[in-house]
């Protein structure tokens, strides 16, 4: 993947999606129109964090490279360089990937 030039603001973290699944785990090869919207993906970029009332930073909980699952219409899809990326805000990953 090549570097990205995205700088997020605030509490938002740019995600790479994962590519969608081919094949059930019943080994049926889907089409690509009968394909789900991947919800899990690879942070690549993140912001500096939420500005809290008392003029602080508050810190993501989320860094570059993690795994994340985030809900399915949450966030928006931009391109960029040719690669389909989704700007999120940190309250729309529902969870990280240990």
Do not use: C
Request: proline share 4%; net charge negative.
């Amino acid at each position: 993947m090549a570097k990205i030039n995205l700088r997020p603001l605030d509490d938002r973290v740019v995600v790479e999606p994962s590519d969608a699944e081919e094949v059930t785990a019943g080994g049926i090869v889907l089409p690509d129109a009968a394909q789900e919207k991947p919800q899990r993906g690879k942070v690549v970029a993140v912001g500096a964090g939420k500005l809290l009332d008392s003029g602080n930073r508050g810190e993501l909980s989320v860094g570059i490279g993690d795994e994340v699952i985030y809900g399915k219409y949450g966030g928006s899809d931009v391109e960029v360089d040719g690669q389909e990326l989704k700007i999120l805000r940190e309250s729309d990953i529902l969870a990280k990937v240990v």
